[in-house]
Nanobody, 124 residues
Framework: QVQFVESGGGLVQAGGSLRLSCAAS????????????AGWFRQTPGKQRELVAG???????KYGDSVKGRFTISRDNAQKTVYLQMDSLKPEDTAVYYC??????????????WGQGTQVTVSS
């Protein structure tokens, strides 16, 4: 089983930036991580978890319309870590952010286990 630990969230003013990190650990995490697409999701109370950015094992990225041009996803396979650079933040970006393995073509999660997430709050 692979575990994800998200970090880097916090409180920031609108227009500011944050960089989130997601470290994978657990049995077979290394081999699994390096060959599997990964993504960042976000969730607000009462709403479904939304995939906002994904990256293939080779580094090809894709973004949801709500974050395109403002967020940048990247990964370090040697460190088993996925990053999300968030710039020009808006109050509507406020959410708990999670990472997970994804089905890049289907644009959804491909693994059933989730970490605790990291809270991002953007003040106006």
């Amino acid at each position: 089983q692979v575990q994800f630990v998200e970090s880097g969230g916090g409180l920031v003013q609108a227009g500011g930036s944050l960089r989130l990190s997601c470290a994978a650990s657990g049995a077979a995490s290394g081999s699994t991580f390096s060959i599997t697409a990964a993504g960042w999701f976000r969730q607000t109370p009462g709403k479904q978890r939304e995939l906002v950015a994904g990256v293939t094992s080779g580094g090809r990225a894709k973004y949801g319309d709500s974050v395109k041009g403002r967020f940048t996803i990247s990964r370090d396979n040697a460190q088993k870590t996925v990053y999300l650079q968030m710039d020009s933040l808006k109050p509507e970006d406020t959410a708990v952010y999670y990472c997970n393995f994804i089905n890049f073509g289907g644009w959804g999660p491909s693994y059933d286990y989730w970490g605790q997430g990291t809270q991002v709050t953007v003040s106006s």
